[in-house]
């Protein structure tokens, strides 16, 4: 006998062998529903999976479902659930982690603690201390607010070192002022009279264009002077009266009377030489000098008071209200034009930071409608930063005097470039108000105001000013690095007022081309003090 069965296992097949004849019968089985070898596999994963089953709950069970904290706990709650249906894993822990971080912030960090300084020896400490899920949320809270103390520390002591780098005389342009006035006194050349005696009356004549520049540093006034010389299509009818302290007067005469602007006429006056500067004209000036609270502000230890959280661009810009230079009578002189030259109607002044691009002699065409100050405002522009100057911005408006008296949303202008109508301004009193309230800012301990001498110029001049085209005058070179160059091109005078300036090693080497073209830099005494062009 014989038994078969079917490949399918649905029918057995029975045959016999009897007297030589062969039997058949066939048994049919009964269908299956679940095959045997689909039950064997379903065997084999439960006999994979349920161990491991077992041992997931036992250990959530012992660590305690709701007082999970270490990282493995962590990864078997919020990882993959092989018995869930439709859970998005990552977005689970994502949420995890939030609330962890989100708890971390509320905790106050123990002083004294050392936290890691490198990505590198964060990684090693989680590894060497095993950290669990809340210690691990804490520490990167502290890292990442000792890595921004650390950056902030790191911005303000570059303002730090900006400002006294700005306040500095580099060595090669005090070299230069030396040997200019080593050669004045031995030069005959270098002393000549700056005009000759034949020009003088060129001086007061009102049909030629006069630009006047007030300033100590040679090099400065020198890029100014032939930078709007060669940039005018009237350079003959050009007139420069460069004004200078007593110290500075011989360098700067040296410098003009052996480097000569022919066609154009130059005058070098220090401010010794005008009888009308005197203490007794220019008490408040006096006061500055000699207020002890004045020199505390701007010859202190400018650290002191800093705060860690202060912002660098604030910081900046209160380190730049303190230069010494703003108790300087050679800041001062604008309000004294119509006085210092009593014979002109209309002149143009240009700061020493200044280089002019294109003709200025069209300024003059300029209709000013009676107004006195022909000058750019500042308080809309594409450059959100430099051209963003309201009241604001100079003036403490919690001051009961300068809340009742100013309006912060008013439009500020810009000093270094400006059209003055000295015939109009000697019929007002802009010099008794300058001096007014410089004395109700020394009363108050210099607490009316901040940045230097623009405040006290922008309440003097209020109802005086005629906004002119901001194309006239681009300001920011000195201290916005991202000035768009396209824009530098078209201007007609290019300011770098900031602390930035183009002849120190912190000025912006992309800006600094537009003033070292008007450097003479194969010139003798440039050469012996090894002022060098700026390497690309």
Known sequence: ????????????????????????????????????????????????????????????????????????????????????????????????????????????????????????????????????????????????????????????????????????????????????????????????????????????????????????????????????????????????????????????????????????????????????????????????ERHHHVKNHYHRNHVTGTNISDNPRAFASKLQARSPKYISLLNHLRIYLPEMFPSLNKVVFLDDDVVVQHDLTQLWDIDLSGKINGAVETCEGEDTWVMSKRFRTYFNFSHPLIANNLDPDECAWAYGMNVFDLKAWRKTKIRETYHYWMKENLSSNLTLWKLGTLPPALIAFRGYVHPINPSWHMLGLGYQEKTNLDDVRKAAVIHYNGQSKPWLAIGYRQLQPFWTKHVNYSNEFIKNCHILEPAD
């Open 1 to 288: 006998m014989q038994i078969r069965f079917s490949p399918s296992m649905r029918s057995i097949n029975i045959s016999t062998s009897s007297n030589g004849f062969l039997d058949l019968m066939k048994v049919k089985v009964a269908a299956r529903h679940i095959s045997y070898r689909t039950l064997f596999h379903t065997v084999l994963v439960l006999a994979f999976l349920l161990p491991f089953v077992f041992i997931l709950t036992a250990v959530v069970t012992l660590e305690g479902v709701n007082k999970c904290s270490s990282f493995d706990c962590l990864g078997r709650r919020l990882g993959p659930r092989f018995l869930g249906k439709g859970v998005d894993d990552s977005a689970r822990l994502m949420r995890g982690l939030y609330t962890l971080l989100d708890e971390a912030n509320s905790v106050e960090i123990p002083g004294g603690l050392k936290f890691p300084e490198s990505f590198d020896e964060f990684l090693s400490e989680m590894k060497h201390n095993n950290y669990d899920a809340n210690t691990f949320a804490v520490m990167v809270k502290g890292t990442m607010d000792y890595m921004n103390k650390e950056v902030k520390k790191a911005r303000l002591a570059e303002q730090l070192n900006k400002h006294f780098a700005a306040i500095g005389i580099p060595k090669g342009l005090h070299c230069l002022s030396l040997r200019l006035t080593d050669e004045y006194s031995s030069n005959a050349r270098a002393r000549k009279q700056l005009p000759p005696p034949e020009l003088l009356p060129v001086l007061s004549n009102n049909s030629y264009y006069h630009f006047i520049v007030a300033t100590d540093n040679v090099l400065a006034a020198s890029v100014v002077v032939s930078s709007a010389v060669r940039s005018s299509m009237k350079s003959d009818m050009i007139v420069f009266h460069v004004i200078t302290d007593k110290k500075t007067y011989p360098a700067m005469h040296s410098w003009f009377a052996l480097n000569s602007i022919s066609p154009a006429i130059i005058e070098v006056k220090g401010v010794h030489q005008f009888n009308c500067l005197t203490r007794e004209n220019v008490p408040v000036l006096d006061a500055i």
